[in-house]
T-cell receptor, first 116, second 113 residues
Framework: GAVVSQHPSWVICKSGTSVKIECRSL??????MFWYRQFPKQSLMLMAT?????????EQGVEKDKFLINHASLTLSTLTVTSAHPEDSSFYIC????????????FGPGTRLTVL | QQQVKQSPQSLIVQKGGISIINCAYE??????FPWYQQFPGKGPALLIA?????SEKKEGRFTISFNKSAKQFSLHIMDSQPGDSATYFC????????????FGSGTQLTVLP
């Protein structure tokens, strides 16, 4: 159980375009999902907390108008990178909170975004 | 502001040896400490976790030692195997409704055959 998927696994886009990344919990419902970005050989940095049916909570320094998050259902959260630029190139990873006796996060496989 | 410090940055161990990775936290507002394993190009996978009211937890070859008074915890990998070669992240979960995780900087482990 606790499988999280992401789509696409990689995407290449031109500067100025927008890219949508999907995060799905496959075998459970997730009221809370998280979005991270990870640069090569670096740690995961939390970008935002996504709650189903409400606005996302962004970490300090993350532009909410650039990284649009929608958590429209209990199994799907989307991250849209608007007007992408080369500096937005990164590995984007989502996770879903599983509220069981452990109450922890399970991660998706990540999406590699390259902006040309 | 990094609230979880992890060391070493990289570690090379011979097959069969013990790998030890250390973490220290500064904020007492954490209530759960998981370790994640990440292979290149993949998302992190939960390896083992511990609550602060427990001093040690063992699962197979993996053991977490936790020192609440020193605000330190460590991962021990016994009988390390080449397949264990990956990046390991410690994390600390914030208290509160959302339960966000704060990650350490990561340790790249290489186990030589």
């Amino acid at each position: 159980g606790a499988v999280v998927s992401q789509h696409p696994s990689w995407v290449i886009c031109k500067s100025g375009t927008s890219v949508k990344i999907e995060c799905r919990s496959l075998d459970f419902q997730a009221t809370t999902m998280f979005w991270y970005r990870q640069f090569p050989k670096q740690s995961l940095m939390l970008m935002a907390t996504s709650n189903e049916g409400s606005k996302a909570t962004y970490e300090q320094g993350v532009e909410k108008d650039k990284f649009l998050i929608n958590h429209a259902s209990l199994t799907l959260s989307t991250l849209t990178v608007t007007s992408a630029h080369p500096e937005d190139s990164s590995f984007y990873i989502c996770s879903a909170r599983v509220i069981d006796f452990i109450d922890t996060q399970y991660f998706g496989p990540g999406t590699r975004l390259t902006v040309l | 502001q990094q609230q979880v410090k992890q060391s070493p940055q990289s570690l090379i161990v011979q097959k069969g040896g013990i790998s030890i990775i250390n973490c220290a936290y500064e904020n007492t507002a954490f209530d759960y400490f998981p370790w994640y394993q990440q292979f290149p190009g993949k998302g992190p996978a939960l390896l083992i976790a511990i609550r602060p009211d427990v001093s040690e937890k063992k699962e197979g070859r993996f053991t977490i030692s936790f020192n609440k008074s020193a605000k330190q915890f460590s991962l021990h990998i016994m009988d390390s195997q080449p397949g264990d070669s990956a990046t390991y992240f410690c994390a600390a979960r914030r208290k509160g409704s959302a339960r966000q995780l704060t990650f350490g900087s990561g340790t790249q482990l290489t186990v030589l055959p």
